[in-house]
C-alpha cells in the first residue's frame, strides 16, 4: 500500500469504528441509563404550599425488561404528592400485569393517566430510518392486532389512578386543589377536547391539561380555557439528539425547540420562541418518556426519564 493512501484508509477504519461504537452505544447503553429529571414550575397561588409532581410517559413496556420495571417501581421513594402518566404504558400484548407491577406503590399515591396510540395497538418492525421523515406519523404503526387496553385500563382504575381520558376530574393534594382535564391520543385522531371545554374552575387553584401527543389543535384550546399548566410526553424527546444542536423531530407538529422539558405554550404559540410567551402564558412540560419501540429502542444524547416537577407558588403574569 503506498504512503498517500495509508492515512485515508486509516482514517475511514478510524469513522467506521466510531460510528459502530455510537450505533452500540445508542442501542445498548443508553436506551438502559434511566435519568431522572427535577424541574420547578411556578404555577401555584400566592401563598400556596410546593407540590411534588412524578410525571411518567412512554415506558412501552415488555414484561422482560426489569432492569426498567424496577427502576420506575423505585421512584415511589421520592415520596410525590401526585403522579401524572401521558401514556404509552405497553409495548406487548402480555404487558398488563408488568405495567401494573411496575407501578408498583405508585399506585397508592393521588395520580391520573391518559392512553397514548401504543396503549391501543402494539409496535411493528419498521426501518429506523423512517423515524427521520413522515412516514412515522398517525396510521403508519397500526395493526390489525389490538393490545388489552381495558385491562390497563381497569388495573389502573382499580389502584385509585383517575382515568382523564375526556374528562374533567377535581382533586385535593396536599391542601392544593386541582382541576385536571385530558384527552384521548391526539396523535390517533382520538382526541376530542370540545367535549371537555370549559373555562378553569374558578374554585380551584390550579387546572392542569394532560395529554399524550402535544398536538397544538389541543394545547391551545387548553391553554385558552385557562389551563397554567399542560403536561404530555409522545415525543420521546425527539430520541435521537445532535450536540448543540437538539432534537431532529417531534413526531407531532410540536417544534423541535420544545421536543422536552420545561417551556411556554399560549393559544397561537406555534413556532414562537417559548421565550417570547406573553402575561399569564400557560408552562408547558413534555417528558422524553422512559422507552420506545422495542423493534427502534435507539436514543442518542436523549437519555430515558421520568421527571419530577415542584409547582410552586407565582408572582403576578408568571
Not at 407540590?51 to 425488561?65: A, E, G, N
Not at 411493528?124 to 393490545?147: C, I, M, Q, W
Not at 415542584?310 to 408568571?318: E, K, N, Q, S, V
Given at each position: 500500500?503506498?504512503?498517500?493512501?495509508?492515512?485515508?484508509?486509516?482514517?475511514?477504519?478510524?469513522?467506521?469504528?466510531?460510528?459502530?461504537?455510537?450505533?452500540?452505544?445508542?442501542?445498548?447503553?443508553?436506551?438502559?441509563?434511566?435519568?431522572?429529571?427535577?424541574?420547578?414550575?411556578?404555577?401555584?397561588?400566592?401563598?400556596?404550599?410546593d407540590?411534588?409532581?412524578?410525571h411518567?410517559?412512554?415506558?412501552?413496556?415488555?414484561?422482560?425488561?426489569?432492569?426498567?420495571?424496577?427502576?420506575?417501581?423505585g421512584?415511589?421513594?421520592?415520596?410525590?404528592?401526585?403522579?401524572?402518566?401521558?401514556?404509552?404504558?405497553?409495548?406487548?400484548?402480555?404487558?398488563?400485569?408488568a405495567?401494573?407491577?411496575?407501578?408498583?406503590?405508585?399506585?397508592?399515591?393521588?395520580?391520573v393517566f391518559?392512553?397514548?396510540?401504543?396503549?391501543?395497538?402494539?409496535?411493528?418492525?419498521?426501518?429506523?430510518?423512517?423515524?427521520?421523515?413522515?412516514?412515522?406519523?398517525?396510521?403508519?404503526?397500526?395493526?390489525?392486532?389490538?393490545?388489552?387496553?381495558?385491562?390497563?385500563?381497569?388495573?389502573?382504575?382499580?389502584?385509585?389512578?383517575?382515568?382523564?381520558?375526556?374528562?374533567?376530574?377535581?382533586?385535593?393534594?396536599?391542601?392544593?386543589?386541582?382541576?385536571?382535564?385530558g384527552?384521548d391520543?391526539?396523535?390517533?385522531?382520538?382526541?376530542?377536547?370540545?367535549?371537555?371545554?370549559?373555562?378553569?374552575?374558578?374554585?380551584?387553584?390550579?387546572?392542569?391539561?394532560?395529554?399524550?401527543?402535544p398536538?397544538?389543535?389541543?394545547?391551545?384550546?387548553?391553554?385558552?380555557?385557562?389551563?397554567?399548566?399542560?403536561?404530555?410526553?409522545?415525543?420521546?424527546?425527539?430520541?435521537l439528539r445532535?450536540?448543540?444542536?437538539?432534537?431532529?423531530v417531534?413526531?407531532?407538529?410540536?417544534?423541535?425547540?420544545?421536543?422536552?422539558?420545561?417551556?411556554?405554550?399560549w393559544?397561537?404559540?406555534?413556532?414562537?420562541?417559548s421565550?417570547?410567551?406573553?402575561?399569564?402564558?400557560?408552562?408547558l412540560?413534555?417528558?422524553?418518556?422512559?422507552?420506545?419501540?422495542?423493534?427502534?429502542?435507539?436514543?442518542?444524547?436523549c437519555?430515558?426519564?421520568?421527571?419530577?416537577?415542584?409547582?410552586?407558588?407565582?408572582?403576578?403574569?408568571?
Amino acid at each position: 500500500m503506498s504512503s498517500v493512501w495509508r492515512p485515508l484508509t486509516g482514517a475511514v477504519l478510524g469513522a467506521g469504528a466510531l460510528a459502530a461504537g455510537a450505533a452500540a452505544y445508542a442501542t445498548w447503553v443508553e436506551p438502559r441509563w434511566f435519568a431522572l429529571r427535577r424541574a420547578s414550575i411556578p404555577c401555584l397561588p400566592a401563598g400556596s404550599p410546593d407540590l411534588r409532581v412524578l410525571h411518567l410517559s412512554d415506558l412501552h413496556l415488555v414484561p422482560t425488561q426489569w432492569r426498567k420495571r424496577d427502576w420506575v417501581r423505585g421512584l415511589a421513594e421520592l415520596d410525590p404528592d401526585l403522579v401524572v402518566h401521558t401514556g404509552d404504558h405497553l409495548a406487548a400484548m402480555d404487558a398488563v400485569p408488568a405495567a401494573i407491577d411496575a407501578y408498583g406503590t405508585l399506585l397508592d399515591r393521588p395520580g391520573v393517566f391518559v392512553l397514548g396510540s401504543n396503549d391501543y395497538y402494539p409496535p411493528t418492525r419498521k426501518n429506523p430510518l423512517r423515524y427521520l421523515d413522515d412516514s412515522h406519523r398517525k396510521g403508519a404503526e397500526l395493526t390489525p392486532d389490538v393490545l388489552p387496553t381495558q385491562d390497563l385500563v381497569d388495573g389502573l382504575r382499580r389502584r385509585g389512578w383517575a382515568d382523564l381520558t375526556h374528562r374533567r376530574v377535581r382533586l385535593r393534594v396536599e391542601g392544593v386543589d386541582l382541576e385536571l382535564v385530558g384527552t384521548d391520543d391526539a396523535h390517533l385522531e382520538l382526541d376530542d377536547y370540545p367535549s371537555v371545554s370549559a373555562p378553569a374552575a374558578t374554585d380551584a387553584d390550579l387546572t392542569i391539561g394532560v395529554t399524550h401527543a402535544p398536538y397544538q389543535r389541543v394545547l391551545d384550546p387548553m391553554a385558552a380555557d385557562g389551563a397554567r399548566l399542560l403536561v404530555a410526553g409522545h415525543t420521546h424527546g425527539g430520541q435521537l439528539r445532535v450536540p448543540g444542536y437538539g432534537a431532529l423531530v417531534t413526531n407531532c407538529d410540536l417544534d423541535t425547540s420544545r421536543a422536552s422539558g420545561v417551556s411556554r405554550w399560549w393559544p397561537g404559540a406555534g413556532a414562537t420562541p417559548s421565550s417570547q410567551a406573553p402575561p399569564g402564558a400557560a408552562w408547558l412540560h413534555v417528558s422524553a418518556g422512559l422507552g420506545g419501540n422495542p423493534y427502534t429502542p435507539f436514543r442518542f444524547c436523549c437519555r430515558p426519564e421520568a421527571t419530577l416537577i415542584t409547582l410552586t407558588a407565582g408572582g403576578p403574569g408568571i
